[in-house]
């Protein structure tokens, strides 16, 4: 079965500096992978996601993460974190067919960090 | 707006009540997904439709749950005889290709039993 680690449940950072959330998943084969952002109140909103070539993927909002199979990481990060991006990040993992009897385009998500700026 | 759309966005009902809720999709995105989210966790798999095909159901979905895409579009999810528990965001999604999983979220409606 598949399934989603994010360690740190709450991250706090200043405005302008840098962020790494981390995200670590188990998966069978080759997955696919993505990070939404969640603001309080709202729906899930695509940041950017991994199917397959190149490693570093870049994404909306300044956004970009690296996948990194030997350590089955895909860390999402930011050079200049804006007061606006202040929001909980979820990273999920995607089945890329019916292998191990997980469900084809079935996503299962991390438990999420909650982001916070200050000013 | 051509997004992912949820109604109702809030629903407060007395615990034992029926609820129903309806999910519209991207326009010809054949898959639909319905997934629950409970406060301080991410987003759970309820089960999945391809055009009007049922494919999956979680062992979250119980038996008061039922969730149908009579025609390939909309998608209603009911819940029976609800319960405190029961109470969650429930978030639909849509996606248009077969291969890939890039899914799209509607705004969720929130659930509240008392």
């Known amino acids: 079965a598949q399934s989603v680690t994010q360690p740190d449940i709450h991250i706090t950072v200043s405005e302008g500096a840098s962020l790494e959330l981390r995200c670590n998943y188990s998966?069978?084969?080759?997955?696919?992978l993505f990070w939404y952002v969640q603001s309080p109140g709202q729906g899930l909103q695509l940041l950017l996601k991994?199917?397959?070539?190149?490693?570093l993927v870049q994404g909306i909002k300044g956004f970009e993460a690296e996948f990194k199979r030997s350590q089955s990481s895909f860390n999402l990060r930011k050079p200049s974190v804006h007061w606006s991006d202040a929001a909980e990040y979820f990273c999920?993992?995607?089945?890329?067919?019916?292998?191990?009897?997980?469900?084809?385009?079935?996503?299962?998500f991390g438990q999420g960090t909650i982001l916070t700026v200050h000013p | 707006d051509t997004g992912v759309s949820q109604n109702p966005r809030h629903k407060i009902t007395k615990r034992g009540q029926n609820v129903t809720f309806r999910c519209d999709p991207i326009?010809?995105?054949?898959?639909l997904y319905w997934y629950r989210q409970t406060l301080g966790q991410g987003p759970e798999f309820l089960t999945y439709?391809?055009?009007?095909?049922?494919?999956?159901k979680s062992r979250l979905l119980s038996d008061r749950f039922s969730a149908e895409r009579p025609k390939g579009s909309f998608s209603t999810l009911e819940i029976q005889r609800t319960e405190q528990g029961d109470s969650a965001m429930y978030l639909c999604?849509?996606?248009?290709?077969?291969?890939?999983?890039?899914?799209?979220f509607g705004p969720g409606t929130r659930l509240t039993v008392l």
């Open positions: 999604a849509s996606s248009l290709r077969v291969g890939a999983s890039e899914q799209f």
């Open positions: 998966y069978g084969a080759t997955p696919y």
């Open positions: 991994y199917f397959s070539g190149d490693t």
């Open positions: 999920a993992v995607g089945a890329q067919g019916n292998a191990g009897g997980t469900s084809y385009g079935k996503l299962t």
């Open positions: 326009s010809e995105h054949n898959r």
């Open positions: 439709f391809q055009n009007e095909a049922q494919l999956e």
